[in-house]
């Protein structure tokens, strides 16, 4: 009790000197958000698709059309009567995980940001190779971030227009085959 009251009182000599402790002790059973009390509704529906490329022994590159990696949880999700919070959430948390840890410009800086970009190439490769078998050498990522329409407004004939349109790069990923 001792360490969260200084965890939450105004900063003083003994919060300062012994922070990294409290922290520690702190953050993994406590942590310390305003999302159940306010939270933070999402602005945009995300579309992640994936595709493949494969190189051939004579050397030529065969690219995959774009998959969806979005719909088929979004269809999972609707067709069970008792949804997993695993098949909601996976891909949505390690997209967030990847921004989080990359920002813009797609450059690992961290030992994070390399295990977020694993974690989420193997989500897409697992998936992509459940899916369409095949076998590939590599994965590109493409996000497409659809704004949500505000409750009543009036619904055009014309689908949205992404707010945002992000190509990652060529991923090297262990060989799939199915």
Same mark, same amino acid.
């Given at each position: 009790m001792v360490l969260v009251f200084l965890h939450v009182a105004p900063a003083n000599t003994l919060s300062k000197r012994y922070s990294p402790q409290i922290n &520690?002790?702190?953050?993994?059973f406590f942590e310390q958000n305003w999302r159940l009390f306010?939270?933070?509704p999402e602005s945009v529906n995300r579309q992640i698709l994936v595709r493949?490329?494969?190189?051939e022994r004579d050397g030529p590159v065969q690219v995959s059309p774009w998959f969806d990696l979005t719909a088929v949880d979004s269809s999972a999700v609707e067709h069970q009567a008792f949804p997993s919070h695993t098949a909601q959430n996976m891909l949505r948390r390690a997209w &967030?995980?990847?921004v989080d840890s990359h920002g813009g410009d797609d450059k690992a800086r961290t030992e994070r940001a390399l295990m977020m970009q694993k974690y989420l190439s193997n989500i897409a490769a697992d998936r992509v190779a459940d899916r369409r078998g095949g076998s590939f050498d590599f994965i590109q990522l493409r996000v497409v971030a659809l704004p949500i329409a505000v409750p009543g407004a009036a619904v055009g004939d014309r689908p949205p227009k992404p707010v945002e349109n992000r190509l990652l790069p060529w991923w090297k990923v262990t060989r799939h085959a199915k």
């Open positions: &520690a002790w702190v953050f993994p306010a939270p933070d493949t490329a494969h190189t &967030a995980g990847y």
